[in-house]
């Protein structure tokens, strides 16, 4: 096979994709693209839970601290910006593994998959967040019910981006995205890959989500929050309605207490892990990697190092 090898380790929000990306690419000589809608944005540290430069251990990291806060991100950008990363790898003759649990983003990259540049554009999507904003996220839901049944079916009406990604590509388009996404699906990926989606005992996946939450609250994500509001960044920007930052902001705003943010941050984040999990699950060519299936972390470490060395004769 000519095409050039691509790695990637995903799953749910805190399963432990660093630690074991980490050793990975030590031992394969690879370098790290990051799959993070987040961790792209310069000072959002402790809200994203970014790897810092001790955690690296000498391991390049691409696309982590490369956008302003107050700039947008998407799908569109990701894809570009990885596939320039990919190519960068390549030409120092090392491999290129992808990281991170933003299912979509992943997709696009390792199977190629084709958006229009009209994609960028904010109006439509800022409208459709106005509308959920005064609404709620049922009216918005049934705005892509009407257009689009089985994307509706397919995505939770809690999931806001995504509805909001659905509608605006039917406008954009005239197209249902459940039509584009089962085309898309069945596109071959330009590269010789092996797809690892790590997964744990949910109350193991879960306890280590409160622990992080618990964390990044010490560690300051509420200096951090205000520290960005007072440069500017407002709650309507994709950088403040991440994770972490949202619920922090309505605290700072005097909606809610802070014990009340931290209950819905831990809360949403479990169920944000969740519909990380049925995603990775209904992606074809994903080997699962369960945690509670080996002796210890270390072992199911070794198992994708060895995999990933037997596949390309490293």
Known sequence: MNNKPLVIITGPTAVGKTELSIELAKHINGEIISADSMQVYKGMDIGTAKITAEEMQGVTHHLIDVLEPTEDFNVFLFKNMAKKAIENIYSENKIPIIVGGTGFYIQAVLYDIEFSEGEQDNSYRDELRRIADENGPEFL???????????????????????IRALEFHKQTGEQISKHNTDQKQRSSPYDFLYFCLN???????????????????????????????????????????????????????KITLEEAIYILKRDTRHFAKRQLTWFKHERDVTMIDYSCFADRKSACNHVIDTVSRKFLI
């Open 200 to 254: 744990d005992k949910r109350e193991r996946i879960y306890s280590r989500i409160d622990a992080r939450v618990d964390s990044m609250i010490e560690n300051g994500l509420v200096d951090e929050v205000k520290r960005l509001m007072d440069e500017g960044c407002t709650a309507d920007m994709v950088s403040m309605k991440g994770l972490g930052y949202k619920e922090i902001i309505e605290y700072l705003d005097g």
């Open 141 to 163: 839901h049934n705005m892509l019910h009407e257009v689009d049944p089985d994307a509706a079916s397919s995505i939770h009406f809690n999931n806001v981006k995504r509805v």
